[in-house]
């Protein structure tokens, strides 16, 4: 594994668990240490039980409980995990559509597919 690689998945985790840790903060409090040892464990369980479109309601019943434990409220936990998932999936999915559809890649498949002359 290149250490380019390495370092872009290190990021991107690290992104992913600070993004989550300050949605949560926006709705309780929550102890540094703690909070991320609980978004890990969050994200773990998440990645253990891939059952469910895009993870939906894995991830919010996963941050109900380790949160639940932290003393962070069930709506707390539950709002903060499913902002996560319109910030990471569904806004960056409705703007590509957007995109896809200014540029008719789907109003005409056919003559995307066409090899320009």
Do not use: C, H
């Amino acid at each position: 594994m290149s250490r380019s690689l390495l370092f872009y998945t290190v990021a991107q985790v690290a992104v992913y668990l600070g993004q989550f840790y300050l949605l949560i903060r926006a709705f309780a409090p929550l102890p540094l240490r703690s909070g991320l040892s609980a978004v890990a464990a969050i994200m773990w369980s998440k990645t253990l039980l891939p059952v469910s479109l895009g993870d939906l309601g894995i991830r919010e019943s996963a941050s109900i409980y380790f949160l639940g434990k932290l003393q962070v409220s069930e709506a707390a936990a539950f709002d903060s995990a499913l902002l996560l998932f319109a910030v990471n999936v569904l806004l960056p999915a409705v703007a590509g559509f957007a995109v896809l559809m200014k540029s008719r890649v789907l109003q005409n498949p056919k003559a995307s597919m066409q090899e320009p002359t």
